[in-house]
């Protein structure tokens, strides 16, 4: 235009080009991709992608949003946590002994038989698996592995949910043995992983239902029963 000014939004056009390029490289740096894993829903980090996808988002409510997130996670945990002894004091309907636990005592996919568990599984399934490990001993802690599953399933890289589904099928090989099942170690490895990563949420909601109804079996293996110590402190 006469004078040299600029054309009108020609320097909105470049400023949208910055925001645009520098989205692209956090999409790089953290591995965020719009496929694939991604589409589980499982991934937090997705909503700061979409986020940083639209460049005329606010840094600052963005960052604001990620804080309330992760402030409400960690307050459904503790409801989780109030509501815990409840759940675990009912007994079962039917008597179980030690030896029925040797198998898993519901399959991979039956998960919609108990919609409360699955609800956790499918929403916070950080709750519901640090609850099945620290009550059965293998954390000290619920807030570590629930805080350890919470932000490894942040990130959309292929490769940080691979070392999940690592970590859940080894912690599942350490289940099986406090039960003291017969299908243990050799291609349970292998079977347990791949379901981890494919099936997080179902294979978490099995585990919570056979740990649960341990729980309310008073079975020997389970360390921490209903009224356990806090959820920070040793039993």
């Known amino acids: 235009r006469p ?82 002894d409840a759940a675990y004091s009912i007994p079962l309907e039917v008597e179980a002994k030690p030896e029925d636990f040797q198998a898993f005592r519901a399959g991979v996919f039956e998960c919609h038989q108990r919609p409360d568990i699955c609800l956790w599984s499918l929403c916070c399934p950080w709750v519901r698996w640090g609850d099945n490990l620290w009550t059965m001993g293998l954390f ?5 592995p629930m805080t350890l599953y919470f932000v490894l399933v942040s990130f959309e890289a292929v490769g940080v949910l691979i070392f999940l589904a690592l970590i859940c099928a080894l912690y599942r090989q350490e289940l099986r043995k406090k039960f003291g099942m017969a299908r243990k170690g050799g291609i349970t490895y292998l079977e347990d992983f791949c379901l981890y990563f494919w099936c997080s949420c179902c294979m978490v909601a099995q585990e919570a239902r056979h740990v649960e109804e341990a729980v309310r079996a008073d079975h020997p293996a389970v360390v921490r029963k209903a009224g356990a110590a806090g959820a920070g402190a040793e039993p």
């Open 3 to 84: 004078g040299g000014v600029p054309a009108s939004g020609g320097g909105f056009e470049q400023i949208n080009e910055v925001l645009a390029s520098g989205a692209s490289s956090l999409r790089h740096a953290f591995g965020w991709h719009s496929s694939g894993l991604a589409a589980r829903g499982s991934s937090h980090i997705a909503l700061l992608q979409r986020a940083a996808e639209d460049v005329e988002a606010d840094p600052l409510a963005v960052i604001v949003f990620f804080i309330i997130y992760v402030l409400l996670v960690f307050l459904a945990a503790k409801y989780y946590l109030g509501k815990r």
């Open 140 to 144: 000290k802690s619920f807030w570590l």
